[in-house]
């Protein structure tokens, strides 16, 4: 029997998928199970973005192959980067995909060759080593630490793999250790590609939920859209994520390269998705600061009540997620979380999942209300006792 790639045999099983089979036989013995594991929001999408989804679905012109972004689409774009974060774009800075998840996976194959260097932060989100495993470039990382805040020291990053660099990835407010960067960290990335010749991609998926001041964009800094691009989505802030609306904005040249590439594997953003995306964009977005106040609330009622019953876990600055540093004794990260779903039916990632430096703490998502996040907590007291 022909064997499969080598590729296809470095990716194994997610850790979403095992801990959902972990979940799943939990429930069959009548546990009370506290999902706290996914990034999915629990909020629902507004009235006025679904609506116009389902309008466009009554025309039967939007159930065909879009190939192209709809010009209204890139226009809101456009508008909302100028209103949002004071950005100015033109249109062909800007290119749909079908998620960051799925731009991220690609990104990789237009930016590195094999054997190039990828930097990329660690801990980190998933897809991001995907994207690097998927151009078969080398994998390197810049550590984030407690002790340096979670952010990075560039300083630390040898310059001969500085100068093998095809592009770094950054990620603030950080999936998953909750940081948010100061604009000097932007300004010495974008320094840092100008000397050794890589590109930059920002991944700006939680700007929306910070929870002291506001975030913004890495475009916004002189000199971001001459090394790099952002992925900018629409899943978090407007609770979207079923529907994968992401965009690749900033440098031209890049978002041309990613738009080509994009055209040998997909045939455009569907229609009716184009149309929530404007909605989003050019419609109220009040909401968008009431679920971020709800965020804090939720970040909140579980770090504060883990420290109330001795788990010295600290607040979030930003994000839908709290990293916690795992007790002493516990085992691994992993061990620990399949512990704890067994004991106290509470979910969380462990940190493993997120890179080498994410061994030793595990992450929740702040996706169930106040009154079940306490619930949760009063579950894991159970098991401290």
Known sequence: MKRFSDLSERTGTGVFARLAEKKREAEARGMTIYDLYVGTPDFPCEKHITDAGIKAMSDPENIKYTLLDSPGMISAVVNYYKSRYGVTLTED??????????????????????????????????????????????????????????????????????????????????????????????????????????????DNAYSDIVFDGEGGSFLSYDGAAEVGAEFFSLSKSFNTTGARISFLIGNPSVVAAFRRLRSHYDFGMFAPVQAMAVAALTGDRSGVKLRCAEYKRRRDALCGGLRAIGWDVPDSAGTMFVWARIPDGAGSSEEFSLRLLERTGVMCTPGSSFGPSGEGYVRFALVKPVETINAAVAAIGKYFA
């Not at 237009?110 to 930097?119: H, I, Q, S």
């Not at 932007?186 to 590109?199: N, P, Q, V």
């Open 93 to 202: 800075m800007v290119a749909s995909c079908n998620g960051t998840q799925d731009g991220m996976g690609h990104i990789g194959m237009l930016l590195a060759n094999p054997g190039d260097v990828v930097l990329l932060p660690d801990p980190g989100y998933i897809a991001f080593e995907t994207s690097a495993m998927f151009a078969r470039a080398v994998p390197q990382y810049y550590r984030l630490t407690a002790e340096n805040g979670f952010l990075p020291d560039f300083s630390s990053v040898p310059d001969d793999v500085l100068g093998r660099t095809a592009y770094l990835v950054l990620s603030y407010p950080s999936n998953p250790v909750g940081a948010v960067a100061p604009p000097e960290v932007y300004r010495e990335a974008i320094a840092l590609a100008r000397k050794y010749g890589f590109f930059v991609i920002n």
